[in-house]
Nanobody, 123 residues
Framework: EVHLVESGGGLVQPGGSLRLSCAAS?????MGWFRQAPGKEREGVAS????????KYVDSVKGRFTISKDNAKNTLYLEMNSLNPEDTASYYC???????????????????WGQGTQVTVSS
């Protein structure tokens, strides 16, 4: 069983930065960040596997977002830079007990989800 609690969302101007956090209980093998904008499907943004530390990113955030995990705190982070209005969405942390190299950007591969945190990029 894994329990996830996100924090760190908010309102930011275009070009700004935010860091999302996801405090986890349990011992997931992979973790990821997803987002969902109104009227759109949920999209995998970044993922990480706990064993090798390998990561995956959707093309639209490569070079701008960084996923990382502090194992001592059992907390997942998403550092988001150069934000633009297209990044506006509810962001969700996800975790699963099945190992996959680099994690996964598919929501079907995750059994555990946080409650979500809103990120709004607007001037």
């Amino acid at each position: 069983e894994v329990h996830l609690v996100e924090s760190g969302g908010g309102l930011v101007q275009p070009g700004g930065s935010l860091r999302l956090s996801c405090a986890a209980s349990g011992y997931p093998q992979i973790m990821g960040w997803f987002r969902q904008a109104p009227g759109k499907e949920r999209e995998g943004v970044a993922s990480l596997d706990i064993i090798d530390g390998e990561t995956k990113y959707v093309d639209s955030v490569k070079g701008r977002f960084t996923i990382s995990k502090d194992n001592a705190k059992n907390t997942l982070y998403l550092e988001m830079n150069s934000l633009n209005p297209e990044d506006t969405a509810s962001y969700y942390c996800a975790a699963d007990l099945t190992y996959r190299y680099g994690g996964s950007l598919s929501s079907y591969h995750y059994d555990y989800w946080g409650q979500g945190t809103q990120v709004t990029v607007s001037s």
